[in-house]
């Protein structure tokens, strides 16, 4: 009795290494992509990789970080002039290989411009599928501003919507990030300093406004 249930035991292990090796060999993979966040919601699983196949084909590595890019140093490495991309799907862009995403060709037409001169163009993505413009302020708060970035580019397109409950698609979105995003506007629009220089600027508009234009200045001011 016990023997039959050794054979098909045997069987089975075999039938499923074939069908793992024809899988491998077709280029089959359903990696897990993403995982969830407290205050984020979801991000990219650290360590991810595999053939991503919808709406494209790409083989596609996620770094250690937890980013849809190559490996990069925290700490920003001397005569390096670093740019942090931040965004969604199209930031991500999992549909093409790395080398294909507009990011990835930053370095190379920026200097091809001239741009930074001397320096060696590094740039970092940040973008996450799905992100809204407050998911995308979060992670440049509590990621991307550790690396030290010269200059942070922001793609987005519909993701200012996905802030309201009432418009968003996506019903398992933290409204912790809105909620944030809106208290960190008020932050800024209410900062005394910053409504200090706006009220001096307006008064200084006005008084320039209630000059008499004198006529008899040549145009660099001494009298004529």
Known sequence: MRKPIVLVGVAA????????????????????WYQSDPVLGWTLRPGASGWYNREGRALVQVNSAGQRDREHALQKPAGVY????????YAEAMQVP??????????????????????????????????GTAQIYLTL????????????????????????????????????GAQHLVECAVHVALSPSLRGE????????????????????????EPL
Request: aromatic share 8%; with cysteine.
């Open 198 to 221: 706006s009220v001096q600027r307006r008064q200084s508009a006005r008084r320039d406004a209630r000059k008499p234009a004198d006529a008899s200045l040549e145009p660099g001011g």
């Open 141 to 176: 708060e509590r990621t991307a501003i550790r690396y030290a970035p010269d200059l942070v580019l922001l793609q987005f397109d519909h993701d200012v919507r996905d802030n309201s409950p009432a418009l968003d698609p996506i019903r398992d979105r933290p409204a912790a």
């Open 82 to 89: 670093r740019i942090a991309v931040l965004g969604d799907a």
């Open 13 to 32: 292990v075999i039938a499923l290494a074939g069908l793992e090796l024809f899988l491998r060999a077709t280029g089959f993979s359903s990696p897990v």
């Open 98 to 131: 790395m080398e294909s995403t507009y990011w990835a060709q930053l370095p190379g037409l920026l200097g091809s411009c001239g741009f930074q001169q001397g320096k060696r163009i590094e740039v970092l993505n940040f973008g996450v599928r799905d992100y």
